[in-house]
């Protein structure tokens, strides 16, 4: 799988999710709801594309067993793991976790859109 197609992938599901917008405040895309409120990184490399997001103790707890997740720079002590996609599997799963991190963070009354 090509890290542009996976890409476009992530983008594409990121952004339909109700009050969502791209932002660029670190030179790469970043997803957002409503007041600012983060809910994705993305970073595309040569290989593979970094997803950032932010998951609950439990779904962490199983994506770390995954030889393809780590624990997100930064921001890995408040519940944030990183993903690298390079294949089907590594992206059905990002896109399931794009999914509850959304949920996570977005105000209670979009949360709908995603359960």
């Keep these: 799988m090509k890290p542009a197609a996976a890409a476009e992938q992530i983008r594409t599901l990121a952004l339909s999710f109700p009050e969502t917008y791209e932002d660029e405040p ?58 690298e996609v390079s294949d089907d599997e590594s992206l059905e799963a990002a896109l399931e976790w794009l999914r509850e991190s959304y949920w996570l963070k977005a105000p209670a009354g979009l949360r709908r859109a995603v359960e």
């Design 26 to 83: 670190w030179g790469h895309p970043v997803f957002k709801v409503g007041q600012n409120k983060m809910f994705a990184s993305m970073s595309v490399g040569p290989r593979s594309v970094a997803l950032t997001v932010k998951l609950t103790a439990e779904e962490r707890e199983i994506a770390s067993l995954l030889p393809y997740v780590r624990r997100a720079s930064y921001v890995g002590r408040y519940g944030w793991i990183t993903a």
